[in-house]
């Protein structure tokens, strides 16, 4: 059965040995890897790889993603072979450069996610859904947004059992208490995953509708997020209400709260049983990929 690998032990290099990927530190080979055991490879941090290891994982279709120890996505090393839909892109576009069209994407996302807190907080916001079918501007889009993830973060906090992690609403560069920072690791993690899938798919995934282009912001990718961020927030809820992880899994610095070593690796396993090996989400993203795929069919027209 082949398995995502995620190598997280800082300072090992990745080589390639015959028929295996091989991790070294300090010239002692610490783990192996059978390539025809490897599906994805993970790597976080200070961690080299070379081109032989990148050649044979890339002739096995196996892709190889970049992040730092935090888990901030850097980027993908991946093979010529993805595909790229030239029709599904071009219907991106045209939603994108038609100024109504494109608020009905940016509603589209915002709309899901607000059906989303709906089942975690257990009542109706049909007014918040009134008010985003009414509007008419993306800063109206925007703020309704705000309003409905303060109206879930708020629900968060309250489901949170120990009131000690410090967590009093959502915060990032840096996040200042565990609480933030293992939403924002996940949320990277899963934004790592959409955008493999959605580059798959045939997407152009720096076109998005709800988020705006940055940098090297793959924006389609974070528009998908919106979709996904109260089930990943509820996994993290599940973490600490469970105590799987608690605040002493955690280090302070001076830039922010952080998992510990050895705490980020049994994190990574629960993380990988619930969203990758358990294929629930994944089929669920490819019906959220398929059902805007006929949302551009219909407003393309």
Do not use: C, W
């Not at 028929?19 to 490879?41: C, G, H, S, T, Y």
């Not at 208490?177 to 580059?199: K, M």
């Not at 924006?219 to 799987?244: A, G, P, Q, W």
């Amino acid at each position: 059965m082949k398995e995502i690998i995620f190598i997280t032990k800082q300072g090992v290099k990745l080589k390639r040995k015959d028929n295996q990927i091989i991790a070294v530190l300090n010239e002692e080979i610490i783990a192996r890897f059978p390539i025809n055991r490897i599906k994805k490879v993970f790597i976080l941090g200070n961690i080299e790889i070379t081109m032989p290891a990148v050649n044979f994982l890339l002739s096995n279709n196996i892709e190889v993603y970049l992040l730092t120890n935090t888990g901030k996505f850097k980027g993908i090393i991946t093979n010529t072979k993805l595909e790229s839909n030239y029709n599904l892109r071009l219907k991106q576009y045209q939603l994108f450069i038609d100024d109504d069209k494109n608020l009905q994407g940016a509603k589209y996302f915002v709309l899901k996610k607000i059906e989303n807190i709906e089942k975690f907080i257990q009542y109706n916001l049909d007014e918040l859904k009134n008010a985003l079918i009414l509007s008419n501007s993306y800063n109206e889009i925007l703020g309704i947004e705000g309003t409905a993830s303060s109206i879930f973060f708020s629900a968060f906090k309250e489901r949170l059992n120990d009131k000690n992690l410090g967590f009093n609403k959502r915060e990032y560069r840096p996040a200042n208490d565990p609480v933030n920072a293992l939403l924002s690791f996940s949320y990277s993690l899963f934004y790592s995953l959409l955008f493999s899938i959605l580059q798959a798919k045939g997407f152009d995934v720096y076109i998005g509708y709800l988020h705006k282009k940055r940098g090297t912001h793959a924006v389609l990718v974070s528009d998908f997020i919106e979709i996904f961020r109260v089930d990943i927030s509820n996994f993290v809820l599940l973490i600490f209400n469970n105590k799987i992880l608690t605040k002493d899994d955690f280090d302070r610095t001076s830039n922010g709260v952080y998992l510990k070593q050895e705490s980020l690796k049994k994190f990574l396993e629960v993380f990988k049983g619930n969203f990758i090996d358990n294929k629930k989400y994944l089929i669920q993203a490819d019906k959220e990929i398929s059902d805007f795929s006929e949302f551009l069919d219909k407003n393309t027209k």
